[in-house]
């Protein structure tokens, strides 16, 4: 059966119980950061079983904080796997500090972790993670490699809210966990952003670095370091926790899609995710590979003529323009399982507002790629 109506790669779902928590907000006229992000950061705590919250404005936002906070930059070293948002570099980047570029594993797309002793050195300070697509990576063992050379862990969880590694949430392992609330993300406050740290200083950091380093000290300001407007609004922050009420269900939707895909996608040229089983999926990208034969922007036309928005996934970070000539690599030598995800990965749709059927369809439609 054919697709009559365009399916979009994503599409946040906003009910109507939304539209009530950001208008009753709109109309207090109490729209900057308030009691809504204070009451967000809890249910975060709560979901995560985090000690600290801290919401700011998104999930570049979150990331430059932490390095920040952790007083990373000129001169450090700072290992990112090479396929993820560019967002994880660039903030690396904006610190001054040096990105020291690791591959993935194809299987999950994720850090390979066999990878990461052989790029310390005496400048390396720290390690991004990426838990890639809402699939936690093996982040017990980059936290083994981080304790045994004494290197901190910033997790980038942007897409991976919910995802676990034997039952412990991502964000939680590392100094710090940072979280997307990006349109594209299980639940959404248009932009936005989560950081969790079970350190007591680094979060009172925080919190002065995303206002201005300002202190409240007897219900006054104290202006006691340098900081920025990193604040998230209180109508934000009402649309996420609305949206948070129902973030299990939206992961049991999307786990439910997901298993669709695994039993109807039968191309055999099609190489599908796959799950550790110490590992939960959430699903925030279905990431399949093509065959090598196959060109991702013919594949990617063909999906649309069929009323299918795909896309590529995420980037092979050392590929693109910058890092290249910055760094003088050649990403399909060096990274070759990130160039592969890049070059023959492409991300198709899973949301809650897709039915079981549209998922069957938009399968057959890869099937006859
Ligand atoms: C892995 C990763 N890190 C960081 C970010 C940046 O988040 P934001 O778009 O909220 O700034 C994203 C966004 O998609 C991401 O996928």
Known sequence: MEINKFIPLAS?????????????????????????????EKSFNEFNKSKNAIAVSN????????LLALGIGKGDEVIVPAFSYVATA?????????????????????????????LITTKTKAIIPVHEFGLACDIETVMQIASKHKLLVIEDAACALGAMQNGKHTGTFGELGSFSLHPRKSITSGEGGVLLTANDELAKKLRQLRNHGIEMVDGK????????????????????NSQMQRLD?????????????????????????????????????????????????????VLKENNIGANYGAQCIPATEYYKTKYQLDAAEQFPHAYRAYTKGIAIP????LTKEIIKQIANSINRL
């Open 12 to 40: 946040p779902d906003i009910n109507q119980q939304d539209i009530d928590c950001v208008t009753e907000v709109l109309r207090s006229g109490m729209l900057v950061q308030g009691a809504n992000v204070l009451a967000l």
């Open 59 to 66: 999930g570049t936002a979150t990331l430059h904080l932490a």
């Open 90 to 118: 660039n903030v690396v980047e904006m610190v001054g500090a040096t990105c020291v570029f690791v591959d993935i594993d194809i299987n999950t797309f994720n850090i390979d972790v066999t990878k990461i002793e052989a």
């Open 221 to 240: 300001m104290n202006f006691v370091g340098a900081g920025l407007n990193y604040r998230m609004t209180d109508f934000q922050a009402a649309l996420a």
């Open 249 to 301: 269900q939206v992961i049991a939707c999307k786990q439910e899609l997901a298993e669709v895909y695994f039993n109807e996608i039968k191309n055999e040229a099609v190489v599908l995710p796959s799950v550790p089983s110490d590992r939960n999926h959430t699903w925030q990208t279905f990431h399949i590979l093509i065959g090598d034969n196959k060109n991702q922007s013919e594949v990617l036309a």
């Open 350 to 353: 899973i949301y809650e507002k």
